[in-house]
């Protein structure tokens, strides 16, 4: 009889190595390996030939940055969400386009269940189940981490050793690494203790830090339209060109690297360090553009949903129906967001340095200080003050009549 398979969501990393090897000594199935390379770069070299050893019968290698790109983060820039006012969720937003593309190739293959590597302590478990559930709810789920008797990543390369298993790192170099097109986290060691800073040069993959920047600042002009980035620098690029280029550029100049101390979903805190050098700038540029073609109450609202938003992208549940709802929303809100904006890049720091639009709000006459009588006068600003401070006069002559009983 044919073995059951399982389709195992693959990277190469510490985690996934030992996964195969485990899953066929404990359940018999034949492993389907699958690589979502959302932009991981050379992490993908030679992963073939080391799930392959492993014991995998297959390794599919999937590229989905453009989709990545254009689906899921621009969207989510779109809506000028970030989680807990810092971390541009990075990992979050990636996860759900690679558990959609596990369930097509278990569709595929007639798998019958989903493994991942992510731990019972993270977010990751939550984010791959949710998509899984939504898409394809009759496959099994199999998560190691919350079974099997490892305790600990150095267990695991005990566990890999004594199989014979190869690793692309050692117990000297630890630290839990996500990278793709748009980020990359680094957690674990020493970063585990908030009062230890992170020591930026050893750590650092996608940026220097500021103070290895080049002292003169650079300059960089984006083009968006309808919310959407389509150019640096005059030049009309791919959505996975777009953020490559912006990720040079920024990492650079040190830009986009955040130490944040987040809540986790499942209750607990993690320390972690960030490079988004590319979003940072992209976040700052739509964000620029807003204040010149937005309204000031659909700004506010904006303001008022992101933490929504930033909410229900960092539990997972890119997949349903409210996601679906806020992003038409901000396509909505977005359409009048074109034009470009100049940003100023220079030791860790990104500042707007010029902004226009064809849609701008900004009215030069009626912003002078000189008097534009037929779009508005000095004098129109008494009646609107009195009407809109009626409500306190009322109360203060109340307190006066009052306190003179």
């Known amino acids: 009889m044919a073995k059951e398979k399982v389709v195992l969501a693959y990277s190469g990393g510490l985690d996934t190595s030992i996964i195969i090897n485990w899953l066929i000594e404990n359940y018999g ?3 389907i390996a699958v690589c979502g390379d959302v932009g991981q770069g050379k992490e993908t070299e030679g992963l073939e030939e080391r799930a392959l050893k492993s014991g995998a019968s297959k390794l599919y290698i999937e590229d989905l940055r453009e989709e990545y790109v254009r689906d899921y983060i621009f969207p989510t820039v779109k809506s000028g969400a970030m989680y807990e006012g810092k971390y541009l969720l990075g990992t979050s937003h990636a996860r759900p386009i690679i558990a959609k593309r596990l369930v097509e190739i278990a569709k595929k293959e007639g798998a019958v269940a989903i493994c991942h590597g992510a731990t019972g302590k993270g977010n990751d478990q939550v984010r791959f189940e949710l998509t899984i559930k939504a898409l394809a709810p009759e496959l099994k789920i199999i998560a190691p981490w919350r079974i ?3 305790k600990s990543r150095e267990d695991a390369v005990d566990y890999a050793e ?8 050692t117990k000297k170099d630890l630290y839990s690494r996500d990278r793709n097109i748009w980020h990359i986290s680094h957690e674990g060691m020493d970063l585990e203790d908030p009062w230890n800073e992170p020591q930026l040069d050893n750590l650092l993959k996608l940026s220097v830090s500021p103070e290895n920047a080049p002292d003169e600042p650079t300059y960089v002009e984006i083009e968006f ?6 150019s640096v620098d005059g030049e009309k690029l791919s959505p996975r060109e777009l953020v490559e280029k912006l990720n040079e550029l920024g990492g650079k100049n040190g830009v986009g690297i955040a130490d944040i101390c987040e809540d986790r979903l499942v209750g607990m805190k993690s320390r972690g360090v960030y490079e988004t050098p590319g979003g940072t700038i992209l976040y700052t540029a739509i964000q620029e553009l807003e204040y010149l073609c937005l309204d000031r109450d659909t700004q506010a609202f904006k303001r008022m949903s992101q933490t929504q938003f930033s909410q229900l992208v960092y539990d997972g549940k890119w997949f349903t129906p409210l996601r679906e709802a806020m992003s038409a929303m901000y396509d909505e809100m977005d359409k009048t ?10 030791k860790g720091s990104c500042t707007p340095a010029g902004a226009k639009s064809p849609y701008s709000l900004y009215n030069e006459e009626i912003a002078s200080f000189g008097d534009s009588k037929e779009l508005y006068s000095h004098k129109d600003a008494e009646g609107f003050i009195n009407l809109f401070g009626l409500p306190l006069k009322v109360r203060a002559m109340m307190n006066d009549k009052n306190n003179n009983k």
């Open 29 to 31: 199935y034949e492993v």
């Open 148 to 150: 099997w008797d490892i």
């Open 162 to 169: 004594a199989h014979g298993i190869e690793l692309p790192m």
């Open 225 to 230: 339209e309808a919310g959407v980035p389509v």
């Open 337 to 346: 967001v074109t034009g470009t904006v100049r940003l100023k890049l220079y």
